[in-house]
């Protein structure tokens, strides 16, 4: 794949960028101001101007993007933060450590500037600014915080991501709880201006614009929205300092910044011109539209999250990103002809990162597989294979696999069907050899589909079901029409009516595999026909799900699983996913207590680490993706506990105004 550059010389810029730092030092002397005094007076100038070069980069003109900030990304923190941000998205999504390394460089470039032009007060090493201590900065010292604690997290992560330590994750997660101090500061501040205006009082005073409150809600947002994914046993050692999520608050300072809740109060109205305002929409049209079709979430809104899309493909009609959204919005409806368009019409809006194009092709590679197109599935992962770095394990097995299907469904047995099977085993034993790691921890997908590929040689070059075990695990089998998932039903019929008489020592997992997936699938046809496709649609349906044949399908699978468990020899995960699918099923039932004893079941497993299902060496260790189980888990109760109480109202100007109270 080709490495991130900017459509200049390096040469070019770096002349470029020596210009630029004369011409700010000899504005400095010729004016006899310091560089915090020129910050100051074009603060606001430098802000509309990255603006504009985002506006620029969300309909797709990247090029046109980069003009703007490079011209200025040494004279001014908000140039140089946008810029780093940029080399920062395409470097996690290249995965080159070159592309790294640059993004990390523009990072610390940004941190320094922003450091440089904070309030050099001795307060600030022994305890947090006060109330007064803010009021009494420059607008430009209130922005040099906010930059400051931005940049360093991107940094962190950046750092996490190059190094690939657990030494160096542990330093740096300590540095994000430093810079977590620095919002909470910055919130205080916030709530209290808001507070004085909603009484009626005079706050210009104060300098609260709306390009403090978008940064420092979306700051404060992203830290409760992540912390809240998480189950507390995982987090012990954040709450000893004070790290804790508040998913409620989160979303409603995203609401409220974008002005999408529908109290907004004309303060809160001002602030949606912010500069960071578009990235608390994008949390949630990523949460509305991609991540509550992932698992069960809280706080869901579908109906917002296309509002907002709308908004943004009207403004940005060319976005690839938006395009995208639009494409995965078709999806999670089933409705995967204009998924495919969309997708299609994003891979098109931009040529210059071809990272930005590899997320559709995964994409229309997924719906490929769903479509039982192996043809159109092994093209795009050809290409993710060769010119991606995000996860050469992952394509390599997906690309192996296509090529399985392709030889299995396409060509009759001779030549041609033995060089694909051919390819796809040679794909297969490469996998293994592919996993990284991050933070010192292997990447859950990818050790999944390094056993998926060790299986496939054990067994003689055979898998059973990979396409609809792959998008189990991705989470993709929630995009499937009903036509399909009558189809596949079938294949899974017959395959265990074959099964019945088995001797393969690995029959029980596959037998197993085989009534999981037929679970699932027969729980998704009851979210067709009875919950409208939509779980966060279904309330009160629970009389309907009760005469279903599918009920009755779904529960002789889920105990076929148990019943077969103390014997498979290598996926023990089916097991542990069974009772999380028990428990999706009571969901939607509306008989949340014996979810939750489910739910709290497979977190207390890996809590106290106790796992003894099945045989084999392996079967009281750790089983493939346990970390997208306790997540999913975690998301389900949740939910749960707010359908549970559904009717009570906790409203979220509630949770502020506790907070104003502190």
């Known amino acids: 794949m080709a490495s991130f550059a900017v459509r200049q010389d390096t040469a070019e810029v770096d002349a470029l960028d020596e210009k630029a ?7 400095c002397s010729s004016s006899g101001q310091s560089g915090s005094a020129i910050a100051h007076d074009t603060l606001y100038e430098d802000i509309q101007d990255v603006r504009s ?15 703007i900030l490079v011209a200025k990304k040494n004279l001014s923190m908000y140039h140089c933060m946008a810029y780093a941000c940029l080399l920062a998205g395409t470097s996690v999504l290249s995965f080159e450590r070159e592309d790294i390394a640059k993004a990390i460089d523009a990072a ?106 978008s940064g420092i809600s979306f700051g404060v947002s992203a830290f409760n929205l992540i912390l809240s994914a998480v189950p507390d046993y995982v987090l012990k050692l954040s709450h000893l300092v004070g790290l804790r ?25 001002s602030a949606t011109e912010g500069l960071r305002r578009d990235l608390t929409d994008f949390v949630l049209m990523g949460y509305n539209i991609v991540l509550s079709k992932f698992t069960y979430l809280s706080h869901v809104d579908e109906a917002l999250g296309g509002v907002i899309l709308n908004h943004y493909l009207d403004k940005f009609p060319n976005g690839m990103i938006f395009l995208a959204l639009r494409g995965r919005q078709y999806a999670s409806c089933q409705n995967l002809d204009k998924a495919k368009e969309y997708y299609s019409k994003a891979a098109d809006a931009q040529r210059l990162w071809p990272q930005l194009q590899h997320i559709c092709y995964w994409e229309i590679a997924t719906v490929a597989l769903i479509e039982h197109d192996w043809r159109k599935a092994n093209e795009m992962l050809r290409i993710l294979m060769n010119e991606s770095h995000w996860s050469k394990c992952t394509y390599n097995y997906l690309y192996g696999l296509t090529t399985y299907m392709m030889a299995l469904d396409l060509y009759p047995p ?19 050899h592919l996993k990284q790691r991050i933070a010192g921890k292997s990447v859950f997908i990818e050790k999944f589909v390094a056993r998926k590929a060790r299986k ?37 019929h017959a395959t265990l009516d074959r099964l019945a008489t088995s001797r393969s020592i690995y029959a029980h997992d596959d037998i197993a595999l085989s ?35 599918c009920k009755r399908m779904h529960a002789e699978s889920i105990q076929e699983v148990y019943k ?38 497979l977190l207390s497993y890996s809590e106290k680490r106790q796992f003894n299902v099945g045989k084999g060496e392996r079967a009281k260790s750790k089983y493939s993706l346990e970390s997208i189980l306790v997540l999913k888990c975690h998301a389900c109760l949740g939910f749960v506990a707010e359908v549970a109480t559904r009717g009570s109202t906790v409203g979220a100007f509630g949770v502020a105004s506790r907070k104003f109270q502190k």
């Open 414 to 432: 001779g030549e041609q069907r033995d060089e694909l099977l051919n390819a796809a085993t040679h794909s297969m034993k490469a996998v293994p």
């Open 108 to 213: 610390k470039k940004a941190n320094s500037i922003s450091s440089k032009l904070r309030l050099n007060s001795w307060k600030r090493a022994i305890g947090p600014y006060s109330i007064k201590d803010i009021k009494n900065m420059t607008p430009v010292q209130r922005h040099a915080e906010l930059v400051y604690a931005e940049t360093g997290l991107l940094k962190a992560g950046l750092q996490i991501l190059y190094d690939q330590s657990i030494l160096l994750a542990v330093k740096e997660v300590v540095k994000t709880c430093f810079t977590h101090g620095i919002y909470t500061q910055l919130e205080n501040y916030m709530l209290y201006v808001q507070k004085l205006a909603a009484a009626g009082e005079n706050t210009s005073e104060y300098g609260l614009d709306g390009h403090l409150v």
């Open 245 to 269: 999520g508040d998913r409620t608050l989160g979303m409603w300072y995203c609401r409220t910044v974008g002005g999408w809740d529908a109290l907004k109060s004309e303060n809160q109205a």
């Open 21 to 27: 730092s004369e011409s700010f030092q000899s504005a």
């Open 564 to 601: 077969h468990a103390p014997s498979i020899q290598l996926d023990h995960w089916l097991f542990y996913f069974a009772k999380l699918e028990e428990a999706q099923l009571h969901i939607i039932e509306e008989q949340y207590a014996k979810a939750k004893v489910l739910l709290d079941d």
């Open 53 to 67: 070069a985002l506006d620029l980069f969300l309909n797709s003109q990247i090029a046109e993007c980069l003009d």
């Open 456 to 492: 496939f040689c054990l067994q003689g070059n055979r898998l059973l079901f990979p396409d609809l075990e792959i998008l189990f695990a991705i989470g993709a089998l929630e995009l499937m029409p009903t036509k399909w998932i009558v189809a596949n039903m079938k294949r899974i």
């Open 515 to 549: 009534h999981l997936l037929r679970a699932t699938l027969c729980r998704l046809l009851l979210e067709h026909d009875v919950l409208g496709g939509s779980v966060y649609k279904g309330a009160g349906m629970a009389p309907s799900v009760e005469h279903h044949p």
